[in-house]
């Protein structure tokens, strides 16, 4: 192994097994070291002998210590460097590690407070996703005895095989940030890998952390799961959970309507309903692919007996954004949810689970079952439910270059029509007769624009740059050569080289962006957009209503969007749904535009995650701990009962997701009201009661 010198307090890194050397013990010569707002203090021993110098990195842009060997050092499978935070908090570190030819790699890891810790880097690029999840272990971990802080994301180069230079830095600090930098090197090994090792117990919890709902045992686990949810005071509603102290129209179904300037769900019965409702309810939520890689779990119950039902078969392979390189994402899965509830009540676990769940979403103030949920929940226990309509089929499609689960149907595509019609009808069987049943969603967040710049326009752009026999991009020409009649009319608009309609007929062809100087571009785009949701949400719209008269169209689970498909959306279905990952309603979609379409407006998912409760992801909009988990929830609900606009909120999800990944996209994330194991939050769910009651209280 070649070591690094850091001037004075440079010590070879000892190799496993080796106790640390002392400083007089022989040190490499040093690299070179420049310092940019960065001061060079004192070395300091540790009560061990290891030695590490001061480093205080001070208020700037970027303060930085860079290493500069005289002969490269051989990039042999990861860094290592010796480093202690000084300072009583967790420090943002960045590293740059520059190789021959141009070759790169950039990390960035938070660096713990406390004692001395190994920093790895491994010489290569990876993620979480390579190990099959979207969030990494959290760090540090102790290995042999010593605290490790691995860079379990690094971006760049596939490897490294020399080093020319090494550069931490600190992200445009505050205040004075002092490290400890002391022992560095490369050297074989995998300590990635021993980052993930064992890394989830047989319930399916994280095995190195702790946290007050974490259990030990099958009675524990069944203790817990069976604490009685404290039913709710009685209140004076109708049996829908409607308001009875105002009376709106009573049509025998969910319908929407307009009280005094706010918009209102109404009940079936005719009293205003405020829909607070949770996604994903299901039993068997708990399934993560662990074909390939048992190295990471302890206790993996054999695929035989009574455990045998809860291992499956699955394949999550797609060309989509959300399965770009994924790891371990076929094979055998293991359902640790589904099998936590077989320990809880043995062979007849499924009902005992939907009695269960039933009572506590009523105890804890929700009255809707949102998308991806377990009907016999609501059928069987009488409560409000959504449907979803998931439009499959062998129709065109256009890519827009986001594409995060798959490319947009082609509305204009007769075959997409059909699937229309298979869809709907198999979503409305056995159901339009129903009054529980609150509405349809149409899909779930398609690619209507993509997160750049310029994703307004994704469509438009990704429509012009298909294949000549597109439908979609032949309806899009057909309504160019409308407007324009001559090609080159069009080109003069557009500021580009196009004399025949015929330059845009290839595949790939490159349409402009908007700009100021073609003001054309942008408006004809607009134009296309709106056409391009018209189509899509009439089709929908126009054989739901033939299929099923009675029932609301909830819109499309709005993810990326623009303001043409919102219009379209709300011109064509009874309620706008969005899904609003912000701190507030307001902060994650155009309110004022949205009062001025003048639709109801469901929130259809919405959530906040923290990294304390077993898995590593805390979602779209993460809170520092568990208790401020319950203050974001009450906050956003809160806002959203006060706004006309919105008539309901729907939490994503119920349970948490597997430590290791989903099988649909590795999402692993702390989202649960109840854990992997069933057993309630219960400090988060208090807080959620509280705030549900509150909300139907103003709604």
Request: one cysteine or more.
């Amino acid at each position: 192994m070649r070591a690094i010198a850091l001037a004075l307090a440079c010590l070879v890194l000892p190799l496993a097994g080796q106790a640390v050397p002392r400083a007089d013990e022989g040190a490499t010569p040093p690299a070179d070291v420049a310092l940019a707002h960065v001061r060079r203090g004192e070395i300091e021993h540790l009560s061990d002998g290891e030695a590490l110098r001061r480093y205080t990195f001070e208020p700037a842009a970027q303060p930085s210590l860079r290493l500069t060997p005289a002969q490269p050092w051989h990039g042999n499978g990861e860094l290592r460097i010796r480093m202690q935070n000084a300072m009583p908090w967790a420090v943002t570190l960045v590293i740059d590690i520059e190789g021959s030819a141009g070759a790169h790699l950039h990390a960035t890891v938070g660096l713990p407070a406390g004692p001395p810790q190994t920093l790895v880097v491994p010489l290569h690029a990876t993620s979480p996703r390579d190990f099959g999840m979207q969030a990494g272990p959290p760090m540090p971990f102790e290995q042999a005895g010593r605290r490790i802080v691995v860079a379990t994301t690094v971006d760049g180069a596939a490897s490294i095989e020399t080093i020319r230079s090494v550069q931490f830095s600190i992200p445009a600090p505050q205040a004075e940030q002092a490290l400890l930098i002391g022992t560095s090197g490369t050297g074989p090994g995998d300590t990635l890998r021993a980052a993930y090792d064992g890394i989830v117990d047989r319930y399916g919890q994280y095995t190195r952390g702790h946290w007050p709902e974490k259990i030990e045992s099958d009675a524990e686990l069944r203790a817990h799961v069976r604490e009685g949810s404290q039913p709710r005071e009685p209140e004076q509603r109708d049996a829908y959970g409607g308001r009875l102290d105002v009376q709106a129209r009573a049509t025998g179904w969910f319908h929407v309507q307009k009280l005094d300037g706010r918009w209102r769900l109404v009940t079936p019965d005719g009293h205003p309903f405020f829909s607070l409702g949770v996604n994903a309810v299901v039993a068997g939520d708990g399934r993560s692919y662990v074909q390939g890689r048992e190295w990471m779990f302890a206790g993996l119950p054999p695929p035989t007996g009574a455990w045998a039902a809860f291992y499956g078969q699955g394949d999550s392979r797609r060309d989509t954004g959300a399965s770009a390189g994924l790891g371990y994402n076929h094979g055998r899965w293991f359902d640790f949810y589904a099998a936590n509830l077989h320990r809880v009540d043995g062979a007849g676990w499924h009902e005992a689970w939907r009695t269960r769940t039933r009572r506590r979403l009523g105890a804890w103030g929700f009255n809707t079952l949102g998308d991806w949920s377990d009907e016999a929940i609501a059928r069987g226990h009488r409560l409000a439910y959504t449907r979803p309509i998931n439009i499959a089929g062998d129709y065109a499609n256009v890519a827009t270059g986001y594409d995060w689960w798959g490319r947009m149907p082609d509305p204009f595509d007769p075959r997409f029509e059909a699937a229309t019609e298979r869809a709907v009808a198999k979503a409305t069987e056995g159901v339009r007769d129903d009054p529980w049943l609150l509405g349809y969603f149409a899909d779930n967040e398609l690619a209507w624009a993509a997160p750049d710049a310029q994703g307004r326009w994704a469509l438009a752009i990704g429509t012009l740059r298909g294949e000549p026999q597109s439908p979609a991009k032949q309806a899009f020409l057909a309504m160019l050569e409308r407007k324009y009649g001559d090609a080159l009319r069009l080109g003069v608009a557009w500021g580009i080289g196009v004399t025949r309609w015929e330059a845009l007929q290839p595949a790939g062809f490159q349409a402009p962006a908007p700009n100021e100087a073609h003001p054309a571009i942008a408006q004809d785009y607009s134009a296309w957009l709106r056409a391009y949701a018209d189509e899509y949400f009439r089709t929908v719209a126009q054989v739901l209503h033939r299929r099923d008269p009675h029932h609301l169209f909830l819109g499309g689970r709005f993810a990326v969007r623009t303001p043409e498909a919102v219009a379209a959306c709300a011109q064509w279905c009874d309620v706008l749904s969005i899904n609003v990952y912000a701190d507030l309603p307001q902060h994650g979609m155009d309110l004022a535009a949205l009062h001025r379409l003048d639709k109801p407006v469901l929130v259809s998912e919405f959530s906040f995650g923290s990294t304390d409760r077993g898995p590593f992801g805390a979602g779209p909009v993460p809170v520092w701990n568990e208790a401020q988990r319950g203050e974001a929830y009450a906050r956003f609900v809160q806002a959203a009962a006060a706004d006309p606009a919105i008539v309901g909120a729907h939490w994503f999800q119920y349970a948490d997701q597997p430590v290791t990944g989903r099988l649909l996209d590795g999402e692993n994330a702390h989202f649960g009201l109840v854990g992997i194991t069933d057993i309630p939050f219960r400090g988060f769910v208090d807080a959620v009661t509280a705030a549900n009651a509150a909300a139907q209280g103003t709604r």
